[in-house]
């Protein structure tokens, strides 16, 4: 398998914005789709974005409206615009891979800090 590798983390302000960047070789090809989740500092792993092999999202409660997920099959790449981010929002972000062709090709990131100070 492939390692997906998570980029774009940092330490920002509340309702600043980061985009935050998931990449391995061929990664957004048509047989992938891809997952968002976070795990904040003492909680529990939680689904944030996915989005699927015929492109269709769909996000978390507490980030819809503020958070986009979409493909750059030219950068085999898929990304996390987060905008107006909340301390809530900090966490590691990891991506993983969705669709059973691309789950076996590839495998979860080790992610990406981002913390958001009030």
């Known amino acids: 398998q492939i390692p997906l590798v998570e980029s774009g983390g940092g330490s920002v302000q509340a309702g600043e914005s980061l985009r935050l960047s998931c990449t391995a070789p061929g990664f957004a090809s048509d047989n992938c789709g891809a997952r968002w989740y976070r795990q904040a500092t003492g909680k529990q792993r939680e689904w944030v974005s996915s989005i699927s092999t015929d492109a269709s999202t769909s996000y978390a409660d507490s980030v819809k409206g503020r958070f986009t997920i979409f493909k750059d099959k030219a950068k085999d790449t898929v990304y996390l615009q987060m905008n107006s981010l909340e301390p809530e929002d900090t966490a590691m972000y990891s991506c993983?891979?969705?669709?059973?062709?691309?789950?076996?090709?590839?495998?979860w990131g080790r992610g990406t800090q981002v913390t958001v100070s009030s």
């Open positions: 993983g891979p969705v669709g059973f062709m691309c789950s076996v090709s590839y495998s």
